[in-house]
């Protein structure tokens, strides 16, 4: 399996299209494999004209564990976060963002469009801020820019993401009933998918790898990122925000904010669309990013 030594952690990728085409990074949400990027939403951007590297961030998927694999304490961290406190995490965002833009060198892509969700969308954010030289392109979809005074998550929605999981290694199948409502929770209500669909995704994902202490490590560095909004203010380059005006879990106002924070940056907001990209939007998401890249 192709692994990168990017910024010292191993690296899973995947790439696909003409090796002379232009070259598109994909980012991953918080605990979700790169295989999140359906096959089917890779193939519209390489018949598009692109090279799409698709990566499992460090810690989650079949990439290695950062040197410290120490379990982070969430409760405390939340508590430290509302009391101003600076959090001490295993890796930081800004790490993750090294690992994407090493990746890129060690594949000797000079530049590359940048595009990620949720999560992915703050590292993109932070390859486009950190490593500037790398990214022609900037696309952040259903993501936020740190804004502390941004609408909270729906409750259903934050349950999703902080609550209880059964564990799959005790009944496999009551985990993989709570990941089909999990997801419909946080989707689309205009664009459902089908429990099948749903079902079978979480399977293929929990047997490729199951790796919950990577997704709390991953959340620790969400809660440790700050406001992103002054260093958003001096990108020079094109941008595009994708949100659902009916994202539970990350609200509509936060795209509103990252498209104010970054300057030209053009909105694209999709009635219907939850927290996720349903097969019925890829088309039009990807059409989106290359109208962007095209231009850029």
Avoid: C
């Avoid at 018949?47 to 969430?74: C, F, H, I, K, T």
């Avoid at 022609?136 to 993401?161: E, K």
């Amino acid at each position: 399996m192709p692994k990168s030594a990017a910024n010292g952690v191993a690296i899973h990728y995947q790439v696909d299209g003409a090796a002379e085409s232009k070259p598109i990074l994909l980012l991953n949400g918080v605990g979700q494999q790169m295989t999140r990027w359906t096959d089917s939403f890779a193939m519209r951007l390489t018949a598009l004209g692109y090279r799409v590297v698709r990566m499992d961030n460090r810690d989650v998927g079949l990439s290695d564990r950062p040197a410290d694999a120490s379990l982070p304490d969430l409760g405390a961290l939340i508590r430290a976060k509302a009391g101003g406190a600076a959090l001490e995490v295993p890796y930081q965002l800004d790490d993750m963002a090294a690992d994407a833009a090493a990746l890129l060198a060690d594949f000797g892509i000079e530049k590359a469009h940048v595009a990620g969700v949720s999560m992915g969308g703050m590292i993109a954010q932070l390859v486009a801020i950190n490593h500037p030289d790398r990214v022609l392109s900037l696309t952040s979809i259903m993501s936020t820019t740190g804004n502390p005074a941004l609408p909270r998550a729906t409750p259903a929605a934050q349950a999703v993401l902080s609550g209880q999981r059964i564990s799959p290694l005790s009944n496999r199948e009551a985990y993989l009933d709570q990941s089909v409502e999990n997801a419909r929770i946080l989707g689309s209500p205009a664009y459902p998918e089908d429990a099948d669909t749903l079902r079978a995704a979480s399977a293929f994902d929990l047997d490729r790898a199951f790796r919950p202490d990577g997704f709390l490590r991953q959340y620790a560095a969400i809660l440790a990122a700050g406001d992103r909004r002054d260093r958003l203010a001096k990108l020079d380059l094109p941008a595009l925000v994708i949100h659902g005006a009916d994202d539970p879990l990350v609200p509509v106002e936060a795209g509103r904010d990252t498209a104010a924070s970054v300057p030209g940056a053009r909105l694209l907001e999709i009635p219907g669309m939850g927290h996720n990209i349903p097969r019925a939007l890829e088309v039009k998401i990807a059409e989106a990013i290359d109208a962007l890249a095209s231009g850029a």
